[in-house]
């Protein structure tokens, strides 16, 4: 058996295995491109008109929100882009998990509305494109497996495409539909063709997707482009023994140092003290609409002394490539690196990937059901054959 027949059977029943997954997560993929301008456009709650008055304090927002939920467990204080909404954020596991948000007056920290996030279609898609819809435990690694299979079957889509001379490539590179064309040949030209122009940026769709999913595959990665910190979060310790009487609370202060010491920021999110033990943590980031230029801050709560960190998500300018490289993660996924025009382009990609499993599968299914009609045709042949000599020995 060739070489290239063995990746035709590989790619075949590989793609298979894994074209219902690979076509859910990549419909998925498409739905959420373009929720965070969608949810803008539809829920005005987001927004506030600009006056000219003090922005308040996490404090503020934290007193009034803890008694909106008082049975939730509040995150963080985050605050938006001016003429938005600052949001108080919860999330956490007890008494059951839940995950709210609720949108404040930045002026006088007034409840415009409270959202229960895992309510939202949007959270429904998201779930569909991490686990399934099944148990988290169950279906991210369905998903993320099915995921490293496609970057497989994209190497391999490659390899089955590469044309053996000049002829073949003529009609490998674009669509030559006549009015004659059957609807088989279509149908083939739609999944290789446009698998293959979309096969490299599509590699890296997938190959970043791998990465929420499959920890010794971002290890891998990570250390072999010069990583050398831990990429699981650990949260750092205050030290109580040591304490400092504040005239205001330390997560006041804390959001008017980030405010002091980064007057470009885009948006300061000041994370809530959840136990004598834990830091006060601080999100900064400059740049809007991506996330891997946040700048990641931690303090202790007694003293407000900056306290170090050994993983990746720490102070920015602190990160090397391979950091940057994790950081970027999710905005080369989403395509939110090159704003709103890589978000088009990764809906696109994803329209595509979604194609995929579907032309396969009719490429698949066309040839099985060929093979299944000459093998009823010879079949008919021999009954007659043995028919007319029965016939003519009677």
Known sequence: MSFKKIIGLLHLWL??????????????????????????????????????????????????????????????????????????????????????????????????????????????VLDGHYYLWLPPDVGQPITSYATLIFVFLLITGIILWWPKNKAAAKQRFWFRWKDATQWKRKNYDLHSILGFYSSLLLLIIAVTGIFFGIQWFTSLVYKATGGEKALLFTEPVSQKSIA???????????????????????????????????????????????????????????????LPVSHVYGRLNEANVADKLIRMTYDIHTGGLFGFAGKVLAFLLSLVAT????????????????????????????????????????
């Open 15 to 124: 793609g298979l295995a894994s074209g219902s997954v690979v076509f859910v997560v990549s419909l998925t993929g498409c739905l959420y491109a373009f929720q965070q301008e969608i949810q803008d456009a539809l829920q005005d709650f987001r927004f506030v008109k600009q006056e000219n008055k003090a922005i308040l304090p996490p404090s503020a927002f934290e007193a009034v929100a803890r008694q909106t939920l008082p049975k939730a467990h509040l995150h963080a204080i985050n605050y938006p882009a001016k003429g938005r909404s600052v949001e108080a954020i919860f999330y956490g596991f007890e008494p059951e998990e839940h995950y709210y948000v609720i949108y404040h007056n930045p002026y006088t920290a007034e409840v415009i509305h409270v959202q229960n996030m895992n309510e939202t279609f949007f959270r429904w």
């Open 355 to 394: 194609s995929l499993p579907v032309t396969g599968f009719l490429v698949w299914w066309g040839r099985r059901a060929k093979v299944r009609r000459r093998s009823d045709g010879l079949a008919r042949t021999v009954k007659r054959s043995k028919a007319n000599r029965q016939s003519y020995q009677a």
């Open 244 to 306: 400092v009487d504040f005239k205001k609370p330390a997560t006041d202060l804390i959001w008017e140092k980030m405010k002091a010491e980064h007057p470009d920021a885009v948006s300061i999110e000041v994370h809530a003290i959840e136990s004598d033990s834990s830091a006060i943590g601080a999100n900064v980031n400059t740049r809007e609409g991506v996330y891997w230029s946040i700048d990641y801050r931690y303090f202790d709560q007694y003293t407000l002394k900056e």
